[in-house]
């Protein structure tokens, strides 16, 4: 299991949500995990990119329920994909990174996995291997990094993505449409984003339509609990 430690509370709640939109909107996708993590009660700064996703996911499936939806289009036929998927099932099967030597011809780079820090410092591929590497020898001899050729450089980007398989979710599926193998890849920060984000417009229009009514304020609102906000939405015929 890959999942970070269960942090002291391990849902968003209504003021958290809109509180990271708040503060991620404007922010990299890379900061924005960092931000509804640290919400989590998580410094993820220094966390490989899977751990922080595979927690990610966990407290998506704390807060929305265990059930979510991925879309994207066929590999083959462009069609669209929706599938229904379990976020504990995920974070279940998630596996640990972990560090690893390539072996490129006379050269041997041991990598650790990347880190959301290694990722915000990076200016390019290659600038985030490097980043990465802990060791380099070149016939058994130790090596300056800053020697190594395009290709090893080439090569270690590929093999960071080996040490961290939960880095990258593909999801096998059948297209409905065309019949073929398709593989969806989910970017868990992103989708995990795009859903808070959704909560918390949907917050906010609840607060204009109880504040406006009953006057209110929007900390108020968002104390209550969902229930109550919604038995109150329904009496004034907004459900
Ligand atoms: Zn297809």
Redesign the pocket.
């Known amino acids: 299991m890959s999942a970070g430690p269960a942090g002291p509370s391990e849902s968003w709640s209504s003021k958290t949500m809109l509180h990271a939109w708040d503060h991620g909107r404007d922010a990299l996708p890379a900061e924005r995990a960092l931000v509804l993590l640290s919400l989590a009660g998580h410094d993820a700064l220094h966390w490989p990119l899977g751990e922080r996703d595979a927690t990610l996911l966990r407290v998506y499936g704390q807060t929305f329920g265990d059930r979510f939806e991925a879309h994207g289009p066929?590999s083959?036929?462009g069609?669209g994909i929706e599938m229904r998927l379990s976020a504990s099932r995920y974070v279940a099967a998630a596996r640990s990174a972990e560090q690893g030597t390539l072996q490129q011809g006379a050269w041997s780079v041991r990598l650790r996995p990347v880190t959301t820090q290694d990722v915000l410092r990076a200016v390019d591929g290659q600038s985030l291997v490097r980043a990465c590497i802990v060791d380099v020898r070149f016939e058994g001899e130790h090596a300056d990094p800053d020697v190594l050729p395009t290709e090893v450089l080439q090569a270690g980007a590929e093999h960071l993505a080996v040490l961290d398989p939960f880095s990258e979710v593909t999801i096998q599926t059948r297209?409905a449409?065309?019949g073929?193998l398709?593989s969806l890849t989910l970017d868990v920060s992103s989708f995990v984003w795009t859903e808070v984000g959704r909560r918390a417009r949907a917050l906010a229009s609840d607060v204009v339509q109880l504040a406006s009514r009953f006057g209110w304020s929007e900390a108020e609102i968002l104390d209550m609990s969902a229930a109550r906000r919604e038995l109150y939405l329904s009496l004034l015929g907004a459900r």
């Open positions: 066929c083959t036929c069609e297209c449409s065309c073929e398709a």
